[in-house]
C-alpha cells in the first residue's frame, strides 16, 4: 500500500536548505510556458517541490494540474538540474540552498487552455506567461534557452552554482 503524505522535500542542512523539486516543459507554438509572481522580477518553470512518498513522475503531474488547471502526461525527462543559489522568498531569503531538479516534456493537448489560480509560499499571486525562447526576459533555468530550441532525445545533467 502506498503512503501519501503531504509534507514538501526541503529540508534544513545546516545553515542551509535542500529542496528536491520537479519542473514542467510545457511549449506550445514555439513558446514555453512560465510562472512570474508579483515578488519576483523572473519567471521560472511551472513546477514545485515533491512531497515525500511522491515519485518525481507524479509530482510534475500534481504540480501541473496545480498550476494550470489541467490534467497532463509526461512524455519523457530532459533535464537533471543541481543548483547552488540564495533564496529570496521570505521563509529562505538569503540562505544557501542546493536544489536538485527534474524536468519533463509534457504532452501538450492541442486544446490546452492553462488557468493560474496557484500562490507561492508566501502567498504571492503567480500568473502565467507563454515566453519565446529568444523573448528578453530572466528566466530560470537559464538552460531552457538553447537547451529548448534544439532539443534532443536524451536526459541531460546541468550544475548551476551561484555560491
Known amino acids: 500500500m502506498k503512503i501519501k503524505m503531504n509534507k514538501d522535500m526541503c529540508v534544513a542542512c545546516d545553515d ?10 510545457v511549449m506550445k507554438d514555439g513558446k514555453i510556458l512560465m510562472v512570474g509572481n508579483e515578488r519576483a ?5 511551472v513546477g514545485g517541490r ?5 515519485t518525481a ?5 500534481r504540480e501541473v494540474f496545480e498550476e ?3 490534467q497532463m502526461e509526461i512524455d519523457r ?12 522568498a521570505s521563509s529562505n531569503r538569503g540562505k544557501l540552498i542546493y ?3 527534474f524536468f519533463f516534456y509534457m504532452d501538450v493537448p492541442e486544446d490546452f487552455a492553462p488557468i493560474s489560480e496557484s ?18 526576459v530572466k528566466m530560470y533555468p537559464e538552460f531552457f534557452r538553447t537547451e529548448l530550441t534544439n532539443p534532443v532525445k536524451t536526459v541531460k545533467h546541468f550544475i548551476t552554482d551561484e555560491r
Open 99 to 101: 536544489e536538485i531538479s
Open 50 to 54: 515533491i512531497k515525500f512518498g511522491e
Open 119 to 136: 500562490f507561492t509560499e508566501d502567498d504571492s499571486k503567480e500568473h502565467l506567461k507563454w515566453v519565446s525562447l529568444d523573448e528578453d
Open 16 to 25: 542551509g536548505i535542500l529542496n528536491i523539486r520537479v519542473g514542467a516543459i
Open 57 to 61: 513522475e507524479e509530482a510534475i503531474v
Open 41 to 45: 522580477d523572473y519567471l521560472y518553470s
Open 77 to 88: 525527462l530532459g533535464f537533471v538540474h543541481e543548483n547552488y543559489f540564495y533564496g529570496d
Open 68 to 70: 494550470t488547471g489541467n
